[in-house]
Structures are given as C-alpha cells and as structure tokens.
C-alpha cells in the first residue's frame, strides 16, 4: 500500500486507481448529501411561502369582490362611472405586495384623491367643475375631511399591514434561496482527501463493514462545512425575525382584519360624503369660489345610495392563526440547522458510530477516537486533526449569503415597527449596510430605519439605510462606510487568495 496517496499506507485491497475513483465517489456522495440536507429546508421554507401567499391573495380577492359584487346596487352611476378608480387601488397593492417599485402611502393617497374629484363632480352635476377648481378642491380636503377619518385610519393599518405581509413572504423566499446557494458549494481538494478517508479508506484496509467513529466524522464535517456553520447567527436572527413578524400578522397588524375589510372602509369613507355632501360643498365653494352652471344643465339628480346592501368581511382568523403557528413551529426547528447540520449528516448520512464505540473506523485503523470534536464556524478549525483549513479564506459565496441574510432581517426589524426602508439595487454597487449582528427576543423590533418609504427593494438588494441590532440592554452599529470598506477589502482578499 505504498502507492496510495489519502489512505493509510500498509497492506490494502486497493489500487491508486481505485483509491482515486473512491475519492471521486466521496466527494459527489458528500456534495449530494448536503445538497438533499438542504432541499428539504427549501421545500419547508417554500411552502411557508405558498401557504401564506395563497392566503394572502385570497383575501385580497375576496375583499376585491365583494366590492364588485355590492358597490353596483348601493351607489349606482356613484361606482359604474368610477369602477376604474377601484380597480386601479387593488391593482396597486398587488403590485406592492408582489414587490414592485410602489410607495404604498402615495398610492392610497392617490386613490382618496381620484375618488374625491370623481364623486364631487357626480354629485354636483348642475355646475361645470374645470381640472383648476378640482385641484383648488383637493388642497382643502385635507382640512375638510370629506371622507371622515378613513383615509387616515386606513393608512396607517394598511400600510403596516402590507409592509409586515410583504416582509414576511420576501424572508421564505430569501432563506429558501441562501440555503440553495450555500449547500452548492464545491468541497475544497483537502476536504476530499478527508472525506474519502473516512468512508472509503476503511475499505481499502478490508473493514468495509466498519463504521466511522461519530467524533472522527464531526471533526471531518465540521471543516468542510466550517463556512457554512457561519451562517448561524444570522440565519437565527431571520428566524426569530419571521417569527415576531408572525406574531405582528396574527396581531397588532392582523392581515385579517385589516386587508379583509377594505372594501368596507371604502363603503364607510363614501358614505361618510354622501352624508356630509351639503356641508362639504358649501365649504369647497367658500374656500374656491362658486364654479359656473353647467350649459349643459343635468336631469340626473344627486346620485344617493339606491339602498342601503349589508358589507360584510367573512373572517380568516382562524385559518390566518393556524398558518402562524405552524410556521413559528417549522422556523423554530430550523434555527439551529448550520450547526446542527455535521450531526445530522454523521448519524444520518455517513452512519458513523455510536459515540462510545472504541471499534470503529478512527481514520487509521479500528479502534477509539481520541482527539478531541472542534467547535464550529471558520475560526474554530485552526487545531482541527482531520482536515486542513485554512481560517484567513472564507468562502465570498457565503460570505455574500450571510450579508443577505442580514440585509432581510434588517427589512424584517423595520416592518416589525411598521416601518419599509429604503432600497437600491444591488447591481448598482456594493455599498449599503447590512443589519447589526444582534436580534433576538424582541427581536429585530429596535432596528429600525427613520425612513417611512415603502419603496419595495429587489429580493435580495442592498439598503441605503439600515438600523442596528439590539441584544439585550447593548446594541451595536454597523456604518454604512464600513460595509464598504469591509466589502472592498474582501473583494481585494480574493483576487490576493487567487
């Protein structure tokens, strides 16, 4: 056995041939178990998404409905001739929940405006009412308040709402999508040699039936996935993150409630100007003149409610509750996966030992493992027996993964508070800041942006402001600057390391 390069030398069943074929095999083997390890993680983050993206939609359509459905009968000429004004509304927030581009403010604010030019005009047919006195109108509807106060109320729980909605299904998505990135990883040549030296060498020396020791097969795990178990503390800040966003969604910003029953604040705020129509005017005319007569005089009367028809919201919350806690239960399973991963593969994968056994496959012969299990992460391979790790080269992949890690439990903080932040494209440039290093308990809640924009970022984009992480009673900051710096430093790093 004098021949063989990975394997213990001494006498063997096995030719260089053979020895480099089953190093091949180890490699594609290893990959393909921590690809599956993390196709089931996608497949459960997944289908959090499906689940509540369907739920989501459906209410929406719902809501959307049952205005088509009873606005006709209740306002007549009031909705027909203004159908496009609603449409246009719903259509807006789909858009803004599917991530687009949209400021969720402007375009509620919008809406109010479209419908209160439309409505006033409908309502006073006997006069000719130019685009000027229209607009001279609308900069006294704030102080007049036409549609009472459910513009304002809605605002602000719609808002809240959509942000927190928008939020959560982006962090499934992310997760799902760092988890497949990451588990792509090739294996570096020193992890080969180590892998193929704890499953296959055993066969070289005959033992075939020999199984790993556990301990020896944690520490050869433990450096090749030693990037990956960085991911740890950020990936259980999104965790937490999506959970207390859970509990926003099922509660202060109740999606049920709120995105449910829309069409019945709509029905409310015309009803609040229909009955106030007389006032309102009289005050429209005093602050911009009496407009003129219409020549063309009008024989529709003002056009009132054609009877009164029951808005109702059939409520979701038992169906929104069930959803929110069976994602708290899958998130909390899933917050220790990166450190838990080298366990899972051990027992599961690779079938090592029990850990007590002292006649198992210790890399050399059989017998017991003595050296001691590394801890985890990058830095805690420096001493590690089995594989050579070099802790000055993280891998940029998931060092790039665990920046967007940060970035989306940052949007998770800020739409916990009610708050979207804003965001560029992350092709543009590399700058930005990501979330601070901390989030737990009341979780991501105290990292806030002050920047009220809803401004829907890219999956996956970098912001222009972040807040920062609080733990406890300490909180730390992550300056924009730095990131750049930090940014700059490993993309010199590589091209050095190369």
Not at 288 to 304: A, F, H, M, R
Not at 308 to 334: H, I
Not at 475 to 481: D, G, K, N, V
Request: net charge neutral.
């Amino acid at each position: 056995g004098e021949h063989l390069r990975i394997c213990p030398q001494g006498y063997t069943c096995c030719t260089s041939e053979m020895e480099e074929n089953f190093a091949n095999k180890s490699r594609s083997e290893f990959e393909a178990m921590v690809k599956e390890s993390g196709r089931s993680v996608q497949t459960t983050l997944t289908a959090q998404h499906r689940s509540f993206d369907s739920y989501f939609q459906d209410l929406l359509n719902k809501s959307e409905k049952a205005l088509y459905d009873a606005f006709p009968s209740m306002y007549g000429e009031l909705y027909t001739q203004n159908m496009k004004v609603f449409k246009d509304l719903y259509s807006e927030l789909r858009r803004y929940y599917r991530g687009s581009n949209i400021n969720l403010e402007e375009a509620l604010n919008e809406f109010w405006t479209r419908l209160l030019e439309r409505l006033f005009k409908l309502m006073n047919p006997q006069y000719h009412i130019t685009d000027e006195y229209l607009d001279c109108m609308v900069k006294h509807a704030e102080q007049h308040k036409p549609f009472g106060e459910v513009p304002r109320d809605l605002k602000v729980k719609a808002t809240r709402a959509f942000i927190a909605a928008r939020s959560y299904a982006q962090g499934f998505l992310v997760g799902s999508d760092v988890v497949k990135k990451v588990s792509q990883v090739s294996l570096s040549h020193e992890c080969t040699r180590a892998i193929m030296k704890l499953m296959y060498c055993p066969h070289c020396r005959g033992m075939s039936s020999v199984k790993p020791c556990n301990n020896y097969c944690l520490n050869v795990v433990k450096g090749c996935l030693a990037n990956q178990a960085d991911l740890n503390t950020e990936w259980k800040y999104l965790m937490d993150s999506l959970v207390v966003v859970a509990d926003r969604i099922d509660g202060p910003y109740n999606v049920d409630t709120v995105i449910g029953t829309i069409h019945m604040r709509i029905a409310e705020a015309i009803s609040n100007l229909q009955e106030n129509k007389d006032s309102i005017t009289a005050k429209v005319f005093q602050g911009c003149g009496n407009p003129k007569i219409s020549t063309k005089g009008s024989s529709s009367e003002d056009k009132k409610r054609r009877g009164k028809v029951a808005l109702e919201a059939k409520s979701s919350a038992q169906a929104l509750e069930m959803l929110v806690l069976d994602a708290k239960g899958n998130l909390t399973a899933l917050r220790t996966y990166w450190i838990t991963l080298p366990g899972s593969l051990c027992s599961k994968k690779v079938m090592a030992s029990s850990a007590a056994d002292d006649k198992c496959w210790n890399g050399m012969t059989k017998g017991s493992y003595l050296p001691e299990v590394m801890g985890d992460g990058l830095a805690n391979q420096i001493n590690n027996p089995e594989v050579e790790v070099d802790i000055t080269k993280p891998d940029m992949t998931i060092r790039q993964q665990i920046m967007q890690l940060k970035i989306m439990t940052n949007r998770l903080g800020n739409a916990n508070i009610g708050n979207d932040v804003d965001f560029q494209d992350a092709s543009d440039d590399m700058s930005g800041s990501g979330s601070g290093d901390s989030c737990p308990d009341d979780v991501c809640g105290k990292r806030l942006s002050k920047s009220p924009s809803t401004r829907q970022p890219e999956t996956h984009a970098i912001p222009k402001q972040s807040g920062h992480g609080v733990n406890g009673a300490s909180s730390r900051s992550l300056p924009s600057a730095f990131l750049l710096l930090l940014s700059v430093a490993f993309i010199a790093a590589q091209h050095l390391w190369r």
